[in-house]
C-alpha cells in the first residue's frame, strides 16, 4: 500500500451551527484513514523510509517530559487576546512539484555523492562530541579553549537547534540521548532576565517542532507546547503584538507588557511559522491567532510604506506601524520576515490568501534593491542590498550586500516553483551565483560577513569598466589592497560558519537538478572545513577570510546553526533527494523541516470502474420505506429496509462507479481478514502458564508495596521480567499483525476488586504504555480517568440518564472507541448472551470499494451529527470533527433520539450506517470472550461489537476499560487527528489519574441537556 492521496485530509473540516455540527464520518468510521495512518510517513520514496524507519520504528528508551518549573500555560493575562482566529480551512490549493525530478546517477556519481556525504557526516560527528564533551547542555560551545557560552536563556541552544539533524543523518543513539537531555529543560529558568523572542522562536521552538515532526516524540511535542505558551507570553500587550525582548519575572505574573516602538521588522515577522505549525499540531489556535494579528498589520502596511511591496527595516509594534522609516533591507534585520512570506503560503496549503499576495508584492518590489555587479568575468550574477528611499520617492541604492542576504536566491526559487513563475527561478540562480562568486574570488574561498561591490546600471547587460571600478573604490576608505578586483570594500571581512549562501545552493540543486550546485557546493565545505578547523578538531568563526595566511586568526565561538542550519544543508545537498523533500517539508529560517500538510502533486493511482451489486427486493418491501430524504432508521439496523433501501437507490441510478480520488483500490495485509477463515490461520489467545500467573503476583505485590496510587502503575512499578517479552510480541501483532488478540487464564476471584485493577492496568503497561482518558471527571472533581466499568447501570440510574448502550444489556451493533487500543478485561460474563464480535475494518473497506464506490463517496462527505460533548478542535475550528464510529451519533439511542431540529441524515448516509453494520456481521468473528479473558484491539482497523444480554442477581456481566496507545509501536498521528488524540493521551499525568474501582456512567455517556 502506498501513502498516495493523503490529500483527502481535506475530507475532515467541519463547520459548527448552533445546536449541532458537521462531522466527516471519514474520521468516526475509521475505515479509510487507517491505511493513510500506517504509511503516512512514507513521503516521496525509499531513502526517506528507511531513514524514517530507522530512526523510528523502535525509540531506544520512552522518555518523559520533565515538567517546568513554571506552567507559563496558567499566566493570566491582562490583556486577554479575545476571540480566537482559527486556522483558515476550505479545499486546499494544489501547488506544482518544487523538486525536480532527479535521476539516479551513474556509478561515479553515487560514489562520489556518498563520500561527499560522508564526510559531511563526519564532521559533524566529530563537532558533535567535542560539544557532548566540553559544553553539553549548554548554549555554545567554545571550540578552541573548549569552554561554553550560556547567551541563549541556559536552555542548551545547540541541543535543542541540532535535534532534526541528528535524526538525518541518522544518529541514533545520539538522537534518543539529545531527545532524553531535552526532556529535562526548564522553561521556567532562565540564565537571562529578558528572553529575545526572534531567537527564543526560530532556535528553540523550531528545533523541537521540526524534530517532532521528523520522529513523533511526544517529549517533543511536550516542551514544544511549554516554550510556545512562553513565547505567547509575549503576546500580553495593549495591542495583542509582541515584544522583542520578554521581561522574563515580568511576564509569570501576567501583568502585562509593552510593546517596544522600534524593533528590527524580522523580530515580529519571523513568528509566523512556528506559531503556525503549532497550532496545526496541538489543535489550538491561539498561537495561530497571535501572529496572524500581526501579519495583518504587516499586510495592511505593505503597500503603504515609503517602497510598497517592502516594510522599512525598523518598524513600531506599540504603534502597529510598518510604514515609517526611510530604510529597507533585504539582509539582516529583515531578511526572515520576507523569508516566511512564501513558505507560509505553503504551510497554510494556499488557504489564507494574503501570504500569497505578500509574497508577489514582495518579490516585485525588491528588485529595487537587487543589482547586478560589475565583475571582470562579466557574469551575470545578481545581488541583494538595501537602500534608503529619498524625498522625491527615488531609491539611493547602497551596494554593500551581507552573507546573510544570501538566503534570496533559494527563496526566489522556492517561490517561483510554488507560484508557477520561472522568472523568479531564474532570478534565484542569479542571486545564488552572486553568493557563490563571493566564496570563489578570496583567497580563502569563503565570502566575508559584509562587502561592497561596483552596481552595474542595468541587471541585463554590464560590461567591466576598470577606469569606473577604480573611481568607486577611490570612495571607499575601507578599501584595502589585497581585495580581489570588483570589491571596493570588506567592511566586515570575518565569517561565523554562516549557513545562507549553502543555504539557497541546495535548494537550487533540488529545484533545478543541475549538477553545477553539487560541485559548487563541494567547494564550499572544502573551504569551510579547512578553513575553520581548531586546534580541538572542532570549527570556530574566522575574523578575516579575505587574506589567505597559513593559519586564520580565529574567534573562540561556535554558533548553533553550525550543527543547525550549515552542516545541515551540505549533508542534504549530497543526500538522495528524497531525505527532507521539499515537496514534503518547508524549513524555517534556521534550517528547521517543518511537515507540510498537506501535501499534493503526487502521482495519484489509476481508478477503475466498479461494477455495482444489485438486490432483489420485492415491490412491498420498497413501498414499505418513507418518501426518500425521511429514511426510517434507528439505532438496531433493519435488514429489510436495508436491502430495501438499496434496491431504491440502484433504481435511481447516477451513483458513482469509482472510488474518490486519493484513496486505495485495495487494501492488503494481514488486517484484511473474515471470521470464516482466520481461525484457520490465526490463534489468537495467549493463555498465562503457571510461571507467569506466578509473575504476575509477584508485581502485584511489588506494586501494593510501593504504596504508591493507581496511576502510578507502568513497567517499572508492575515488573514483568519474563512475560514482558511475550507481551511486547503481541503489541506488534497488534500494530503489525491481524489486529487482536486475547489474554487467558487469570482466575479473577482470587483477586480483590482493586488487585484486579492493578493487574489489568500493570500487564497492560506491558502492552502500551500510555493510558488514555476516558472522562474528564470524576464524583464532580476534575480527573483524567482512564479505566472505566461497562455493566448494566440501568436498574440503578434509569434509561433516562443513559445514552450510551455500554451501560444497558441491550446490543451495540458494530463500532469504534477511541485512540489506538481499545482494551477490556471480564471480570463477570453475563448469565447470557452478550458474545463480542470483532470485523476487519480493512475487509469491509475492500468489499464496497468492489460492490459499492459510491458509498465511499457518502461516507467521505460531511455529515450533521449531535453534540454529545463539547470538544476542542483540531485547528480548524473551536470545535472538531469526532474521531470515532458510533452509529448513535447519528440516529439516536433510547431514550435520547436525534435531535430534532438537525437536519435528517440522507437517504444514501442511511444505507451507509446500515451496510457498516452488516458488512461488519457478515465477516465477524466471535472471541468466545470468558471470564478472566483480557481483549485487545486495534481500534484503528477493527471494529467491535456485542451481542444483547441477560444478567441475574448472581452473574451479571462486568467488563472494565482501557483506551491505550504504544508509543514504540503506534501508528503515525496525522494532523487532523492529533488534537483528538491530544485529548485522551496528552498531559495524563500520575497525580490527576483515577481508576474506579466502582461503576459510574462516563459524563459524555449521560442525558444531556439542550
Excluded at 518598524?315 to 516566511?340: C, H, K, P, R
Excluded at 569563503?446 to 541585463?460: H, K, Q, Y
Excluded at 507502568?714 to 499483525?737: C, I, K, M, V, Y
Excluded at 464532580?780 to 455500554?806: F, M, R, Y
Aim: hydrophobic share 35%.
Amino acid at each position: 500500500m502506498s501513502s498516495r492521496g493523503s490529500k483527502h485530509w481535506t475530507l475532515l473540516r467541519s463547520r459548527r451551527t448552533r445546536k449541532y455540527r458537521s462531522a466527516a464520518i471519514l474520521i468516526a468510521c475509521a475505515l479509510f484513514i487507517f491505511w493513510t495512518l500506517i504509511h503516512f510517513w512514507s513521503l516521496s520514496g525509499s531513502n526517506f523510509s528507511k531513514l524514517q524507519r530507522y530512526m523510528n520504528d523502535r525509540p531506544l528508551s520512552q522518555q518523559i517530559a520533565s515538567k517546568s518549573s513554571f506552567d507559563w500555560s496558567q499566566v493570566p493575562y491582562k490583556y486577554p487576546p479575545g476571540p480566537l482566529t482559527p486556522l483558515p480551512t476550505g479545499r486546499p490549493k494544489s501547488f506544482p512539484k518544487v523538486q525536480f525530478r532527479h535521476k539516479a546517477g551513474d556509478a561515479e556519481h553515487e560514489r562520489l555523492r556518498k563520500s561527499r556525504q560522508r564526510k559531511v557526516r563526519e564532521t559533524f560527528i566529530a563537532d558533535w562530541e567535542a560539544y557532548k564533551k566540553y559544553a553539553w547542555l549548554k548554549d555554545a560551545l567554545k571550540p578552541i579553549s573548549g569552554g561554553f557560552d550560556d547567551q541563549f536563556s541556559g536552555w542548551a541552544a545547540t541541543l535543542v537547534d541540532s535535534l532534526d539533524t541528528l535524526w538525518i543523518l541518522g544518529l541514533r543513539v545520539e538522537f534518543d540521548e539529545a531527545v532524553e537531555a531535552v526532556a529535562q529543560i526548564d522553561f521556567g529558568q532562565s540564565t537571562s532576565s529578558r528572553v529575545n523572542i526572534f531567537e527564543t522562536n526560530i532556535r528553540y521552538l523550531g528545533g523541537l517542532i521540526a524534530a517532532y515532526d521528523l520522529s513523533k516524540r511526544e517529549v517533543l511535542l511536550a516542551k514544544a507546547i511549554e516554550l510556545g505558551d512562553l513565547i505567547y507570553a509575549g503576546f500580553n500587550t495593549k495591542n495583542r503584538m509582541p515584544v522583542d525582548f520578554i521581561d522574563f519575572d515580568a511576564a509569570k505574573t501576567g501583568e502585562g507588557l509593552t510593546a517596544e516602538a522600534s524593533v528590527v521588522s524580522a523580530s515580529p515577522g519571523t513568528l509566523s511559522l512556528e506559531l503556525t505549525r503549532l497550532s496545526q499540531i496541538t489543535g489550538d489556535p491561539k498561537y495561530y491567532d497571535a501572529i496572524s494579528r500581526v501579519m495583518d498589520v504587516f499586510y495592511e502596511g505593505q503597500p503603504r510604506s515609503r517602497l510598497p511591496g517592502l516594510w522599512p527595516t525598523f518598524v513600531s509594534m506599540s504603534e502597529q506601524n510598518v510604514t515609517f522609516g526611510d530604510d529597507f533591507t533585504l539582509a539582516g534585520s529583515a531578511d526572515s520576515l520576507y523569508e516566511y512570506l512564501p513558505k507560509m503560503h505553503v504551510l497554510l496549503s494556499g488557504l489564507e490568501p494574503k501570504y500569497e499576495e505578500m509574497s508577489r508584492r514582495f518579490l516585485e518590489a525588491a528588485k529595487a534593491l537587487i543589482f547586478r555587479p560589475m565583475i571582470p568575468t562579466n557574469e551575470p550574477i545578481l545581488i541583494p542590498s538595501s537602500g534608503r528611499v529619498a524625498g522625491d520617492g527615488n531609491v539611493m541604492l547602497d551596494q554593500e550586500t551581507e552573507h546573510l542576504g544570501c538566503y534570496l536566491g533559494g527563496v526566489y526559487a522556492l517561490a517561483g516553483k510554488l507560484l508557477g513563475e520561472k522568472g523568479y527561478v531564474d532570478t534565484g540562480s542569479r542571486l545564488t551565483l552572486g553568493c557563490v562568486y563571493g566564496y570563489r574570488s578570496f583567497p580563502t574561498g569563503i565570502m566575508p560577513e559584509r562587502l561592497n561591490m561596483v552596481a552595474c546600471d542595468s541587471v541585463e547587460k554590464c560590461e567591466w569598466d576598470e577606469i569606473k571600478f577604480d573611481e568607486e573604490r577611490s570612495k571607499q576608505h575601507e578599501w584595502k589592497e589585497h581585495l580581489p578586483l570588483g570589491f571596493t570594500t570588506a567592511k566586515d571581512p570575518r565569517y561565523l560558519l554562516r549557513p545562507e549562501a549553502i543555504e539557497s545552493v541546495f535548494i537550487m540543486y533540488r529545484v533545478t537538478g543541475d549538477p553545477i550546485w553539487l560541485k559548487r557546493g563541494w567547494e564550499m565545505f572544502k573551504a569551510i572545513v579547512n578553513g575553520t578547523r581548531t586546534g580541538l578538531g572542532t570549527h570556530a568563526s574566522v575574523k578575516d577570510v579575505t587574506r589567505k595566511i597559513p593559519t586564520l586568526t580565529q574567534e573562540d565561538y561556535m554558533e548553533s546553526f553550525w550543527f543547525a542550519e550549515t552542516l545541515k544543508y551540505f549533508y542534504l545537498l549530497f543526500s538522495p533527494p528524497d531525505i527532507i523533500s521539499l515537496d514534503d517539508f518547508v524549513f524555517n529560517t534556521e534550517a528547521h523541516p517543518f511537515l507540510r500538510t498537506n501535501i499534493s502533486g503526487q502521482k495519484e493511482e489509476k481508478r477503475i470502474v466498479r461494477r455495482m451489486s444489485t438486490v432483489t427486493v420485492t415491490s412491498t418491501a420498497l413501498e414499505a420505506l418513507p418518501p426518500p430524504g425521511q429514511p426510517d432508521i434507528s439505532y438496531h439496523p433493519d435488514y429489510e429496509k436495508w436491502q430495501a433501501r438499496i434496491a431504491r437507490r440502484q433504481q435511481e441510478g447516477n451513483l458513482p462507479t469509482s472510488i474518490p480520488k486519493g484513496f486505495p483500490e485495495k487494501l492488503t495485509g494481514d488486517l484484511v481478514w473474515d471470521g470464516e477463515t482466520i481461525a484457520d490461520k490465526y490463534d489468537w489467545t495467549f493463555v498465562f502458564s503457571t510461571e507467569h500467573l506466578a509473575e504476575i503476583d509477584q508485581a502485584v505485590a511489588h506494586f501494593k508495596g510501593l504504596n504508591k496510587p493507581l496511576g502510578a502503575i507502568n513497567q517499572e512499578t508492575f515488573p514483568l521480567p519474563t512475560l514482558h517479552a511475550e507481551l511486547r510480541r503481541l503489541s506488534a501483532e497488534l500494530h503489525s499483525g491481524h489486529g487482536f488478540f486475547v489474554l487467558r487464564g487469570l482466575d479473577v476471584d482470587r483477586y480483590t476488586r482493586e488487585e484486579n485493577v492493578i493487574i489489568y492496568a500493570g500487564v497492560s503497561s506491558h502492552v502500551a504504555s500510555v493510558r488514555g482518558r476516558q472522562d474528564h471527571q470524576f464524583n464532580g472533581e476534575t480527573a483524567d480517568v482512564t479505566l472505566t466499568h461497562i455493566k448494566d447501570l440501568t436498574w440503578s440510574h434509569g434509561n433516562k440518564l443513559i445514552g450510551s448502550p455500554a451501560y444497558t444489556t441491550d446490543k451495540q451493533v458494530f463500532h469504534t472507541d477511541r485512540g489506538d487500543i481499545v482494551s477490556l478485561f471480564a471480570l463477570e460474563t453475563s448469565a447470557s448472551g452478550g458474545a463480542s464480535k470483532l470485523a476487519s475494518t480493512w475487509r469491509v473497506y475492500n468489499e464496497i470499494a468492489v460492490t459499492r464506490p459510491d458509498l465511499i463517496h457518502t461516507l467521505s462527505e460531511n455529515w450533521q451529527m449531535e453534540i454529545y460533548i463539547p470538544l476542542p478542535g483540531h485547528g480548524f475550528h473551536t470545535r472538531a470533527s469526532r474521531l470515532e464510529y458510533a452509529r448513535r451519533y447519528f440516529v439516536g439511542f433510547g431514550a435520547l433520539p436525534r435531535n430534532p431540529a438537525i437536519p435528517p441524515i440522507t437517504e444514501a448516509q442511511a444505507e451507509a450506517l446500515d451496510t457498516l453494520h452488516y458488512l461488519g456481521e457478515r465477516f465477524c468473528v466471535n472471541t468466545n470472550f470468558q471470564k478472566g479473558d483480557i481483549q485487545y484491539i486495534n481500534n484503528l482497523a477493527i471494529f467491535h461489537a456485542r451481542d444483547g444480554f441477560t444478567d441475574t442477581p448472581d452473574k451479571r456481566r462486568h467488563l472494565l476499560r482501557l483506551w491505550l496507545r504504544d508509543t514504540e509501536n503506534a501508528w503515525e498521528t496525522p494532523r487532523a487527528l492529533q488534537p483528538q488524540w491530544d485529548r485522551l493521551y496528552k498531559n495524563v499525568t500520575v497525580e490527576n489519574q483515577v481508576l474506579p474501582l466502582e461503576p459510574y456512567i462516563r459524563s459524555s455517556a449521560g442525558h444531556r441537556s439542550r
